[in-house]
């Protein structure tokens, strides 16, 4: 990347924040090479979304493709509740120390399972993992009050997560959104009033949710489900090279203060001119 201009800093890869999650939702061979070429910098984890890695053909190839670029893959958290509910979780285990994954996802999001239940598995499979977990129903109306989201979470730190990913799903539009997108604020802020956000991945695969969470958390916040075409427009937010942030880290209002008078100065109002009063002309009624 290129290097003169005073940017937000950015932690180096591998890091801890600022972490951008891609969810690959059936790329090709030639497509991930693609995106590895233009963007694998902004890149610190895959996951091949929901049940894709089952039924994607050439899948060793691509894992192989993005481990190549120091790149994490894991299988999405349907495939680990599939698992789960069929009593294959042994076989899922095999499957993925196979390809050499290091991370797995384990989510609760269409199966019912309790927090003490989540945390067996946590445990379980950090023998031989970095686990991931997430947070929050698929179902826009199962609602989960704050509180519940907070125990939920520090629940499965608790039990041995490196990240909790709180849900959205890929339209962002339940879990930390409403229906028409726009986030929870309240939950959102409860959150983050109780849990280290760093320890946190907000779902963002809209623009104005990334945005959001830019503005709110700064440029380390850690955001998931972006999708690949997003990968470098999600940099250019944490950076303020788009119009959308670029005043949260630039010194924009400094410079249009300045501005001001030489603005005003350029367009000045214009003169008005003198006018004579027309009194109206009177008809007399004989």
């Known amino acids: 990347m290129m290097d003169f201009f005073s940017l937000p800093s950015r932690s180096p890869k591998p890091r801890d924040e600022g972490i951008t999650h891609v969810i690959d939702k059936g790329l090709g061979l030639a497509q991930a090479a693609d995106l590895l070429a233009t963007c694998s910098d902004y890149i610190d ?25 120091d790149i994490p893959v894991c299988f999405g958290g349907t495939l680990v509740e599939v698992a789960i509910l069929q009593g294959k979780l042994d076989e899922f285990r095999e499957l993925a120390l196979s390809l050499d994954l290091s991370h797995v996802e384990i989510s609760n999001g269409v199966i019912d399972m309790s927090m003490k239940e989540k945390a067996g598995y946590i445990r379980e499979l950090s023998k031989d993992f970095i686990v991931l977990t997430e947070v929050g129903s698929k179902d826009s109306e199962k609602i989960i009050p ?70 709110k958390l700064g440029s380390e916040v850690n955001l998931g489900n972006i999708a690949t075409t997003e990968v470098i427009p999600l940099e250019t937010l944490r950076l303020g090279l788009r119009g959308d942030t670029m005043g949260d880290f630039h010194d924009v209002d400094i410079w249009n203060k300045r501005r001001g008078a030489e603005l005003e100065a350029e367009h000045p109002k214009p003169e008005r001119r003198e006018r004579k009063s027309r009194k109206p002309k009177l008809t007399r009624i004989r």
């Open 146 to 215: 704050p509180f519940r989201w907070v125990d939920m979470i520090q629940a499965d730190l608790d039990a041995g997560a490196w990240k909790v990913i709180c849900e959205a799903r890929e339209s962002g539009t339940v879990g930390l959104y409403f229906g028409s997108g726009e986030a929870r604020s309240g939950l959102i802020d409860e959150i983050c009033a109780k849990i280290d956000h760093a320890d946190l991945i907000f779902e963002t695969p809209q623009k104005v949710q990334q945005v959001y969470m830019v503005k």
């Open 45 to 69: 984890i895959v996951k091949l979304g929901w049940g894709t890695g089952y039924v994607t053909q050439n899948l060793a190839e691509k894992v192989a493709l993005y481990r190549a670029a």
